[in-house]
């Protein structure tokens, strides 16, 4: 059974940081394109980042370039968000999703799921 946990959500005061990991189980994780999406209040869930399977290429939205980073390291099957110059807009849920081989534009075609961080910004 495949599981996705991500961990590192909380609150931080605006212009702060904070790191995002998402970890997995039950999978090949080096066969899985990983991603971030987030979800706030009212709001659809958004992706902002996509990671290939190496990690050598990422697509960032432009609402988070520039400030967020991507990483994996797959012998550790793990994903990481650093998240930098936080503002009250980048509060929500944070969820990492995994697709086989490739990511996915559409939302509802990622094949797993974590069951999501919080992130608080505070102004």
């Known amino acids: 059974q495949v599981h996705l946990v991500e961990s590192g959500g909380g609150l931080v005061q605006a212009g702060g940081s904070l790191r995002l990991s998402c970890a997995g189980s039950g999978l090949t994780f080096s066969h899985y394109a990983m991603a971030w999406f987030r979800q706030a209040p009212g709001k659809e869930r958004e992706l902002i980042i996509t990671?290939?399977?190496?990690?050598?290429?990422?697509y960032y939205s432009d609402s988070v370039k520039g400030r967020f980073i991507v990483a994996r390291d797959n012998a550790k099957n793990t994903v990481w968000l650093q998240m930098n110059s936080l503002q009250p807009e980048d509060a929500a849920v944070y969820y990492c999703?995994?697709?086989?081989?490739?990511?996915?534009?559409?939302?509802?075609?990622?094949?797993?799921w974590g069951q999501g961080t919080q992130v608080t910004v505070s102004s």
């Open positions: 999703a995994a697709n086989l081989w490739t990511p996915q534009v559409d939302v509802t075609r990622w094949d797993y």
């Open positions: 990671v290939s399977r190496s990690g050598t290429t990422a």
